[in-house]
């Protein structure tokens, strides 16, 4: 039988060994399990368009998001318990590498005590930070596609960040559909110990050009970004990149920036479809409408004026939504449009329901998708933040 302190000297040892460091990621989580005193335990990772919790060990099938129990730990991101068909018990434990949901950890045990759970968080709080480090592996890649990937998708995903980041005082999540084969939409977000920066790019186009002119937009801003530019002055190098680099190429965007002290949020909108604002479960919707700039990328059509930036004070509990065209326009089950309402209408009754902001938007893209009627006429991107208060 294995200790407490037992089991706590072999994770010592594993973390002191720089050889595993090294180690692929099936063979870390067998030997973290094994340090850590534990029976057996299996990774499970989602999709990239998180309908799938995909095992690593091939002997395992993969298990559905929406109708199994792991699912219900990744929708949830709480702990459940059930027993297992081999005999004994299995816990599924969310994997959460800071604010961004990758998966979920099955620890197996013939009873689950408490220290038994205790190994179990911390096993999965290990994997993973290792599964984060192991992300831009082919083989971590190949797990999580169910698909070939359209060669604009391919270079745009290596420019994404994760899709979901925050603090207990902001979360920002992001969706973007369709997966495999996205050409110009594009989202970006970050964290400074002040602001929350979140950016929407909509390139013209469904092709490598403009794959590239969304690329080198999001480059150009988080250039600027990391010098410390302002908002102004950070659009200007976006428009200033577009026009030198690929002078025959455009985007529309919305670059924000939100002060997590004193939540006002700043934005600059280029021609883009008009960010929405919901606060206590209701649709403001003029709130953050007006005039829209220029695309990017074409800086002569201001005539010689500099480039709107807006503000507004947002209040706790406040989400705003910034999506692309393709969102709206794509077809509902009766034919219509979704539309700003029915948008809009979802994130409310989900935000009612107390549902995880990360989970609404994966349930709102494939109730788009799964519609036998529906289609989505261009890419859809949607990104929500969400402020919860001054940090103390």
Known sequence: MTTAESGDGRLEEFLADPENAALDLTTAAARCTKALGLQHSVVYLADIQQRRLVPLTDVTPPLPVDDSLAGWTYRTQSLRVEESE???????IPLVDGAERL???AVHAPSLTPAVLRRGRALATLLAMIT?????????VRRTRANPMRLPAEMLRAFLPPRTIGTRHVVSTAVLEPAYEIGGDAFDHSLTDTTLHATVLD??????AS?????VSL???RNARRTGADLPELVECVDDALAHWLPDQFCTGVLAQLDLASGILRWSNCGHPT???IRDQRLLVDAMRRDPDPPIGLPSLLAGRQRQTHEIALKPGDRVLMYTDGVTEARGSDGAEFGLEQ???YIIRATAAGELAPETLRRLIHSILDSSTSRLRDDATILMFEWSGPAR
């Open 86 to 92: 081999s005999g004994g018990m299995t816990a599924w």
């Open 103 to 105: 998966g979920v950890l």
């Open 219 to 221: 480059a150009a801003c």
């Open 132 to 140: 984060s480090t192991r992300a831009y592996q082919d083989s971590f």
């Open 203 to 208: 390139a013209m186009g469904h092709d490598l």
């Open 211 to 215: 794959g590239l002119t969304t690329a």
């Open 343 to 345: 948008f809009a209408d």
């Open 275 to 277: 960010p929405l604002l």
